[in-house]
């Protein structure tokens, strides 16, 4: 039996811009894409804290500090929202029970202030 964990997050991004005529995705700052260890075209979730909408879409390269929302996407954030970017995996219990998840934070220009592993002291 496989569940679903975290895989990485970016925890509190402040979205840049917001393109309904794009064709689709999220385009991420190569730095935080690096820091969270996304990978191109990854599935992610996407969770705004300023209006609760919650929706999935993909990964490509964006600009240096960029948070853009592109395509039907851009429907659901304004410009200067706060977003968390997460992305899963299927584990089995036994390495569920030692996945430590990469958490990636940053400042309101989208810069890494701190990156971590989550704790996973309840998994034994």
Do not use: W
């Amino acid at each position: 039996m496989n569940i679903s964990l975290l895989r990485t997050k970016i925890h509190r991004a402040t979205v840049t811009g917001a393109d309904l005529n794009y064709e689709g995705s999220v385009s991420i700052c190569p730095d935080l894409i690096k820091a969270s260890g996304l990978l191109m075209n990854e599935r992610v979730d996407i969770y705004n804290c300023n209006n609760g909408a919650r929706f999935s879409t993909y990964v490509i390269k964006g600009k240096k500090g960029e948070i853009c929302l592109n395509g039907a996407a851009a429907r659901h954030v304004q410009k200067g929202d706060l977003v968390i970017i997460c992305s899963y995996c299927g584990l089995n219990m036994d390495e569920a029970k030692k996945h430590e998840p990469t958490v990636v934070f940053v400042n309101a220009k989208n810069k890494v202030t701190e990156k971590r592993k989550e704790d996973r002291k309840n998994n034994k």
